[in-house]
């Protein structure tokens, strides 16, 4: 009998390729979704419904479950995060957690807003008795997609702390390596840092965009305090976007280092976040 992992944020940037990735593998999937007949998933995938943030709604998607690649769905460990993980724990013996870098290993640490709640799911996860390993990944190469409007239509990208160095990973290399801790031996108990192959500057990220999509993308540097207000005026509480100015800051003094984590769990180089932008090239087209 095949072994079977459930999948929470199956349609999504990273959970999607985790899926294809472990159907690939020759494994069960079920993908926990809140709207089955409208998750658009690779043959042979189950969506079953479900909410991680209403846990009475997670036993039909849970029974015979040997191991959870667990997105949780927003950046706060609300109040059904306990309840949620001893649910997925109870059932499974595995969980893989997409956490993010900058965690700190000391549980007495205060973190920000997004690392804060990101550190209370590790916790709960450590002590639900489960085995877990925890991907901690540098910026998503993904989240360069918040340009592509501007990209698009003017060819310009106006943002802040263009110097800011990160070590954008490609959220196929985040799926990979959590799949790899579902399936392979000695991952248990592990927090696996995650990064591309080399660190850019934002301003190199553009350039590269420009790169992939055949023209020029001028970067203008723009006041953090208006970069701040735009981040409000999208509805985004104002914790976040302090938590978000807060790290370009950070990344612009001190650039994101490179690790070889994915080479090593995979086998295979990370993704250039060049080759990222031609994978997505049609978004800033």
């Known amino acids: 009998m095949s072994t079977t992992f459930l999948v929470t944020g199956a349609t999504g940037n990273v959970g999607r ?31 079953v419904g479900g909410d991680l943030t209403e846990p009475d709604s997670l036993k039909a998607a849970l029974g015979g479950v040997d191991g959870v690649f ?64 925890f991907l901690r990944p540098s910026g998503f190469a993904a989240n360069t997609l918040q340009w592509a409007e501007q990209i698009r239509t003017t060819g310009t990208v106006r943002w802040v702390y263009g110097n800011a160095g990160r070590s954008l990973v490609h959220e196929r290399d985040i799926a990979a390596v959590g799949v790899r801790a579902l399936l392979d031996d000695g991952h248990a108990g592990a927090a ?11 301003i190199e990220q553009v350039a590269a965009i420009g790169e ?36 370009q800051a950070a990344m612009a003094a001190s650039p994101e280092p490179v690790t070889p984590t994915v080479e090593q769990v995979t086998g295979r180089p990370a993704t250039p976040y060049l080759q990222w932008a031609a994978d997505h090239a049609d978004a800033f087209r």
């Open 192 to 202: 696996h840092v995650l990064t591309g192959p080399r660190t850019l500057t934002q």
């Open 212 to 247: 992939a999509i055949g023209r020029p993308v001028r970067w203008v540097e723009t006041p953090a305090e208006d970069v701040r207000r735009g981040i409000l005026a999208r509805g985004y509480p104002a914790e976040m976007a302090d938590a978000i100015l807060a790290g």
């Open 17 to 47: 390729h985790a899926v294809a990735l472990l159907l690939e593998a020759g494994a069960r999937v079920r993908a926990l979704t809140r709207d089955p007949a409208a998750a658009r998933l690779p043959d042979g995938a189950e969506a």
């Open 70 to 133: 667990l997105v949780w769905p927003t950046v706060s460990a609300d109040h059904a995060a306990p309840a949620a993980v001893q649910a997925l724990a109870g059932a499974a013996g595995h969980i893989v957690y997409l956490s993010a870098r900058g965690v700190s290993d000391a549980p007495e640490e205060t973190q920000g807003f997004i690392l804060g709640s990101h550190a209370r799911m590790e916790r709960l996860i450590a002590d639900s008795g489960a085995a877990w390993t």
